[in-house]
T-cell receptor, first 114, second 112 residues
Framework: EDKVVQSPLSLVVHEGDTVTLNCSYEVTNFRSLLWYKQEKKAPTFLFML????IEKKSGRLSSILDKKELSSILNITATQTGDSAIYLCAVARYYGGSQGNLIFGKGTKLSVKP | NAGVTQTPKFQVLKTGQSMTLQCAQD?????MYWYRQDPGMGLRLIYY???????DKGEVPNGYNVSRLNKREFSLRLESAAPSQTSVYFC???????????FGQGTRLTVV
């Protein structure tokens, strides 16, 4: 059975801290790994990773995929209160004619205190 | 750009009632999806449509039906709502060949 596991499930830090969120997966027909940020409403796209070892960066956020270890990390440096959200890891698999069929982890709830 | 639009945003149903959640996308995407999100469970796939005219079950299809009305629209129907279907429902879509999914704003459904 395909699964995606995120850790930790929740995390409380202070502004300025650096955090690392983890995602591991066991998925057949792997296509890519995606990170989303969810605040009040819909998940918003952060990164899509398909190749091992290539870091993707966007401002203070970065992510990397390790296909040998079947895992990914999301780093956030110099955290701000606006980073408080649930971070979702999802793996896209090729399934039933669709390449966007996503398996989600349960998410990591990040709280950044002033 | 509207992106993915879901209606309604909120709904309260009584057990046994039926309703249809509507989803439309204006990005000319081929594939569309319905997910539900429950506390501590992440998002789980209910049904998907890889292309116009096709639909398939996901992880948790029981109690739901879908219709891919045309390329833009994908609806989710609850024939006889149960309290276990209380959840937040998200519609998503993506381009053929892409794995990046775009999400609607969600429908918060409560079944009492």
């Amino acid at each position: 059975e395909d699964k995606v596991v995120q850790s930790p499930l929740s995390l409380v830090v202070h502004e300025g801290d650096t955090v690392t969120l983890n995602c591991s997966y066991e998925v057949t027909n792997f296509r890519s790994l995606l990170w989303y940020k969810q605040e009040k409403k819909a998940p918003t796209f952060l990164f899509m990773l398909t190749s091992s070892g290539i870091e993707k960066k966007s401002g203070r956020l970065s992510s990397i995929l390790d296909k040998k270890e079947l895992s990914s990390i999301l780093n956030i440096t110099a955290t701000q209160t606006g980073d408080s959200a649930i971070y979702l890891c999802a793996v896209a698999r090729y399934y039933g004619g669709s390449q966007g069929n996503l398996i989600f982890g349960k998410g990591t709830k990040l709280s950044v205190k002033p | 750009n509207a992106g993915v639009t879901q209606t309604p945003k909120f709904q309260v149903l009584k057990t046994g009632q039926s309703m249809t959640l509507q989803c439309a996308q204006d990005m000319n995407h081929n594939s569309m999806y319905w997910y539900r999100q429950d506390p501590g469970m992440g998002l789980r796939l209910i049904y998907y449509s890889a292309s116009e005219g096709t639909t398939d079950k996901g992880e948790v299809p029981n109690g739901y039906n879908v219709s891919r009305l045309n390329k833009r629209e994908f609806s989710l129907r609850l024939e006889s709502a149960a309290p276990s279907q209380t959840s937040v429902y998200f519609c998503a879509s993506n381009l053929e060949g892409s794995t990046e999914a775009f999400f609607g704003q969600g429908t918060r459904l409560t079944v009492v």
